[in-house]
């Protein structure tokens, strides 16, 4: 069964001076019980998705549902059965934890005790800070506070943009753990984030940029469709290495990534042997070269070739 449908949606916004396409297109659907992940950077229309969804936008053509509900024709429906937890914080930051969350309760004409086994594993982190004010938490305390709100009324969907961002490496772990446990009282996660490495604990990842999807699959299946030769070369001097493995012409990319260049070669014939070339002409130091196997990021590079 599928949660969430969406048909061809296009969305533009128009200025005085230009026009900006923020979604050209956008097709693809997201099963019941699933964590689907929306992947790509800052500006590349995932907000702009993600309102149209939760009924706070209207895109210019094209269709979408959610739980078998139109996003245009049943708005009502649709606000009452999804949860959604904005990029920007956007609680009450006066009001103290408790006060927060039993004003969303109350909203969608619920109680914490009636809802508090969805929300237990969470809310008990912050429980130490229930009267402290929303603005005085940290960045995590905050995300943690913001997803119990958007979870109190059980919802059966639920649409997170952008949620780790700007937070810890710590809590970005302790947020994809509750993430998981949630999936497993069956709803359903639509989450975008412009960390490519969160790819991998999704079910299905969309790639997005320039509001067109690149590409849908697992994200096994995406790793899976990377056929190139990929190599991880470093040394010492590591923008002039950049320079003169660009100018071969078997190269097809040369990006940084980390410590490393990730050098996409377009046929593995000889692969080997132009890095060391390239080595023995430029004398670089603490040369090393591996063949790597890719992972999001690269397939991501490689689809934006493309």
């Known amino acids: 069964m599928q949660s969430i449908v969406v048909e061809n949606i296009i969305k533009t916004y128009r200025t005085k001076k230009s026009v900006v396409e923020a979604l050209n297109g956008i097709s693809f659907s997201v099963n019941k019980g699933e964590i689907f992940g929306m992947i790509g950077p800052d500006g590349a229309g ?117 949620p780790t961002t700007g937070v810890d490496a710590v809590s970005r772990k302790e947020f994809w753990e509750m993430l998981h446990r949630l999936k497993l009282q069956g709803i359903t996660i639509l989450v975008s984030t412009p960390y490519m490495d969160e790819a991998g604990l999704c079910d299905k990842v969309a790639l997005i940029q320039k509001g067109k999807i690149l590409s849908v699959n697992s994200p096994e299946g995406i790793a899976a469709d990377f056929t190139k030769p990929l190599w991880a070369v470093r040394a010492v001097e590591m923008f002039p290495l950049m320079k003169a493995i ?18 996409v070669f377009k046929s593995a014939e000889n692969a080997k042997e132009k890095l060391e070339q390239i080595q023995k002409n430029g004398k670089y130091t603490q040369f090393e070269a591996h063949a790597i196997k890719p992972n999001i990021e690269d397939c991501f590079m490689a689809l934006m070739q493309e």
């Not at 139109?70 to 006066?94: E, H, W």
């Not at 660009?246 to 050098?263: A, L, R, W």
């Open 246 to 263: 660009k100018q071969d012409p078997m190269v097809e990319s040369c990006y940084p990534f980390g410590q490393f260049h990730h050098v």
């Open 46 to 162: 995932k907000t702009s998705l993600f309102r149209i969804l939760t009924t706070l936008l209207l895109a210019d053509s094209g269709k979408a549902y959610v739980d078998g509900f139109d996003v245009v024709k049943d708005y009502t429906a649709i606000r009452n059965c999804v949860g959604y937890m904005p990029g920007k914080f956007s609680l009450y930051q006066d009001l103290s934890v408790q006060e927060n969350l039993s004003f969303f309760a109350t909203i969608f004409n619920t109680t914490i005790e009636k809802n508090y086994d969805l929300i237990k594993d969470i809310y008990i982190q912050i429980e130490p800070f229930k009267d402290r004010r929303a603005g005085q938490l940290s960045g995590g305390m905050k995300q943690k506070l913001a997803l119990c709100c958007a979870l109190i009324h059980k919802p059966s969907v639920l649409f997170l943009d952008e």
